[in-house]
């Protein structure tokens, strides 16, 4: 009896250990479609509405999603393999399904200003040889960089120009007017990117335009005053001339230590008026809108006073041509005049 139970529990746990580790072998009615490029499985397989009622939604969904990830992998591991330093990976092929793109395709990229006037001009860009001769060195040397034709930083001698500075150094003049134009190149590099992304470039003081707006001229004023060491405290002011602008202020924090007498005043304000139903009054505010009030009703009166009396002679009917006391209209009759006139 013991042995029938103990024979009985290792075949219960077998049988759920059966369960848990399903065979890789999956059969479906029709076969999924497969985009190995993609890591796609499709399945068109109908889904019956009696087991999706039957079992639990969250079950039926995830024995569903195993089946179909069981033969995905499956199909990935028919593709040729090969060994990656210890592990086995798989050559995926191309896609086949095209998937909608995340974000937008790229904008082409906007002309230079060079490249505009060159095209303006007609300017053909000609490609030109990356190797020249060397008159000096009697061999052929690249035109650019490391060991380039015709480098002139190699000279140990310059000869002084009639015109220059005796005493200067033209080795270091050489070397300022090299790195001059490589900040000048990069500096035009970085206007074209910001000219081709719309982005408006900082400039401070003076920036070259048609005509200079009176605003410039006095932000250019002021960041000349607040470029030197005391950030223009000890400037002198020119005679009317107006304190600048936007310029910002100071903030002042009370102290972290100390008497905490003026803090507590405030707050006990701040609650006092927080927790006060009735709202705080202002006297004159309420004083001028009443004298407003008054003036306006004083004037009305007065309007209304006014046009009641109207033009002496002239007399209200209902319309032209309307009869009045007399039997005449006020307006529509006719107007006798002396004999011989009409």
């Known amino acids: 009896m013991a042995a029938c139970s103990v024979e009985a529990l290792l075949a219960k746990a077998e049988q759920e250990e059966a369960e848990k580790l399903k065979s890789i072998s999956v059969q479906k009615e029709l076969e999924l479609e497969f985009d190995i490029g993609n890591l796609l499985a499709i399945d068109k397989n109908r889904i019956e509405s009696r087991d999706f009622r039957e079992q639990k939604k969250e079950d039926f969904l995830r024995s569903l999603a195993r089946d179909n990830t069981q033969l995905l992998i499956n199909e990935i591991w028919k593709q040729p393999t090969e060994r990656v330093e210890e592990a086995i990976v798989t050559k995926l092929p191309d896609p086949v399904t095209a998937l ?3 974000k937008p395709p790229p904008k082409p990229r906007a002309p230079t200003k060079w490249e505009e006037f060159a095209k303006l001009k007609g300017i053909q860009k000609k490609k030109k040889t990356n190797l020249v001769w060397d008159e000096t060195a009697k061999d052929w040397r ?3 960089g490391y060991q380039r034709a015709k480098d002139n930083t190699k000279e140990w001698l310059i000869e002084v120009p009639v015109t220059a500075d005796p005493n200067e150094d033209q080795f270091a003049k050489r070397t300022a007017a090299k790195k001059e134009r490589v900040a000048k190149n990069e500096f035009n590099r970085l206007k074209n990117i910001a000219r081709a992304q719309k982005v408006k470039l900082p400039g ?12 410039d001229l006095a932000r250019a004023v002021s960041v000349a005053r607040t470029s030197t060491a005391s950030m223009g405290r000890f400037q002198d002011r020119l005679p009317k001339e107006k304190p ?6 100071k903030r002042k924090f009370e102290p972290n230590i100390g008497d905490f007498s003026s803090e507590k005043k405030k707050q006990l304000e ?5 927790g006060s139903k ?10 001028a809108k009443q004298i407003r009030e008054e003036n306006r009703e004083e004037a009305v009166a007065k309007y209304k006073k006014g046009g009641k009396k109207g033009r002496p002679g002239s007399m ?7 009869k009045g006391k007399g039997g005449q209209g006020a307006g529509g009759g006719k107007r006798r005049g002396k004999p011989g006139q009409q």
Do not use: F, H
């Open 244 to 249: 600048p602008r936007n310029t910002g202020k």
């Open 142 to 144: 690249r035109r650019w």
């Open 278 to 287: 009735t709202p705080k009054l202002d006297i004159n505010k309420a004083v």
């Open 100 to 102: 909608p793109r995340e």
């Open 270 to 274: 701040m609650l006092r008026l927080m």
């Open 316 to 322: 209200s009917g209902k319309g032209k041509g309307g």
């Open 204 to 215: 401070e003081g003076l920036v070259p335009r048609a005509q200079q707006p009176k605003e």
